[in-house]
């Protein structure tokens, strides 16, 4: 592949978006805006990119004109050993660039909702919930990522049997995505008395958040009330009702079947902030929702290990005896529970990404 014939007309392409996001029409219309912003960002990274390729691609070209028609030694000797420090890096920087160049998932910049629930195995599946809560915490602030808690349901003996929080950040759904499914884990639990190394699970969704402007929301028709939120925070949370709950019956374009979206929001102590923390997450279940034929769609096109687009598989296994873990999409196993514990999973996440690109590359998609 020509990668050079490839990225002609990108450096117009920016500068021409450049100007697009200074026009007051464009400024007005905020979902057109946002669409161009992202796109300019995306641009301005294949373009660093491949600047770093065409600049390499030149040098070794004139590199190879002086050792092929200079008669000085000493200019010739240093032409070679410029040949040999710029061929090794040709191939690499190309095969950045092709990855650049592939389609993107347009959702990968957004942030996201990430749900944990409790699956099977009682009160040692809420356990397990509440580590893998503690994990992704760990990792957040590896990555300078924020999150904020929006609702949770403890579990009888600890942990969580559901909690869901808010993540923003750059590229954090591109990032997180993969953390979608079952995560299944073999340890002795610490109600058990045998000693008998049990398995439990739990699952783990992650949700691009949807922009306001994405999902249309009829908001007179939603049911709300308001409940005293529980937890910690002294007398307040005893005598003000700042919890909220929404209903909404929505109707799903796929199915053309209707369900009520039930959603309650604790996370702060003022109701106004609830509400449009619950608004927004309405937002982005709706937006999930329409969004998932498509989702479907790429799944089945790719037919990729990866990322199948099914949350009910089974993707990771945390095995403590044996201080292993194991992600049954790519054969990917390592032996540092306890530090993957702490928040160390870029290591899984970075393979994972790898073997989906190779994947994207050798189906042709560029």
């Known amino acids: 592949m020509d990668i050079l014939s490839k990225i002609e007309g990108l450096e117009?392409?920016?500068?021409?978006?450049?100007?697009?996001?200074?026009?007051?029409?464009?400024i007005s219309d905020q979902a057109r805006y946002v669409r161009l912003n992202r796109e300019y960002h995306d641009l301005e990274r294949v373009l660093h990119c491949t600047a770093?390729?065409?600049?390499?691609?030149?040098?070794?070209?004139?590199?190879?004109?002086?050792?092929?028609?200079?008669?000085?030694?000493e200019l010739r000797e240093m032409a070679r050993a410029e040949i040999d420090e710029l061929e090794?890096?040709?191939?690499?920087?190309?095969?950045?660039?092709?990855?650049?160049?592939?389609?993107?998932?347009?959702?990968?910049?957004?942030?996201?909702?990430?749900?944990?629930r409790a699956g099977t195995g009682g009160d040692e599946a809420s356990i397990f919930a509440?580590?893998?809560?503690?994990?992704?915490?760990?990792?957040?602030?590896?990555?300078?990522?924020?999150?904020?808690?929006?609702?949770?349901?403890?579990?009888?003996?600890?942990?969580?049997?559901?909690?869901?929080?808010?993540?923003?950040?750059?590229q954090v759904y591109g990032t997180l995505k993969y953390e979608s499914g079952v995560h299944r884990?073999?340890?002795?639990?610490?109600?058990e008395t045998q000693g008998r190394v049990h398995t439990s699970a739990a699952t783990v969704a992650v949700l691009p958040e949807a922009d306001e402007f994405e999902v249309h929301i009829n908001e007179g028709e939603i049911k709300w009330e308001t409940f005293r939120s529980g937890g910690a925070g002294g007398q307040n949370v005893n005598k003000v009702e700042s919890g909220v709950r929404l209903r909404y019956m929505w109707r799903n374009p796929n199915t053309g079947v209707t369900e009520e979206i039930l959603i309650e929001c604790t996370e702060t102590r003022d109701q106004p902030k609830n509400k449009e923390r619950a608004l927004s997450r309405l937002r982005t279940q709706i937006y999930d929702r329409e969004h998932q034929k498509y989702i479907d769609d790429i799944a089945q096109r790719r037919k990729t290990m990866v990322s199948t687009g099914d949350r009910s598989?089974?993707?990771?296994?945390?095995?403590?005896?044996?201080?292993?873990?194991?992600?049954?999409r790519i054969g990917y196993t390592i032996y540092n529970l306890a530090a993957f514990m702490d928040g160390d999973i870029q290591g899984v996440i970075d393979a994972l990404q790898v073997a989906e690109n190779a994947e994207r590359l050798k189906e042709g998609e560029l």
Request: no cysteine; hydrophobic share 35%; proline share 5%.
């Open 313 to 328: 598989a089974k993707i990771r296994t945390y095995n403590y005896p044996q201080g292993r873990i194991t992600d049954h």
């Open 12 to 26: 117009a392409k920016f500068h021409e978006i450049g100007l697009m996001l200074t026009d007051p029409s464009v």
């Open 88 to 116: 090794p890096q040709i191939p690499a920087l190309e095969e950045e660039v092709k990855l650049m160049l592939l389609p993107q998932d347009p959702e990968d910049g957004k942030n996201v909702v990430m749900e944990i």
């Open 185 to 191: 884990v073999q340890r002795v639990p610490v109600t």
């Open 52 to 73: 770093k390729y065409k600049r390499a691609v030149l040098a070794l070209e004139d590199a190879k004109q002086v050792f092929y028609n200079e008669h000085d030694a």
């Open 130 to 170: 509440g580590d893998l809560f503690r994990m992704y915490t760990k990792y957040f602030e590896i990555k300078g990522f924020k999150y904020s808690v929006s609702s949770f349901t403890e579990g009888a003996v600890g942990g969580y049997k559901e909690i869901i929080f808010n993540v923003t950040g750059e």
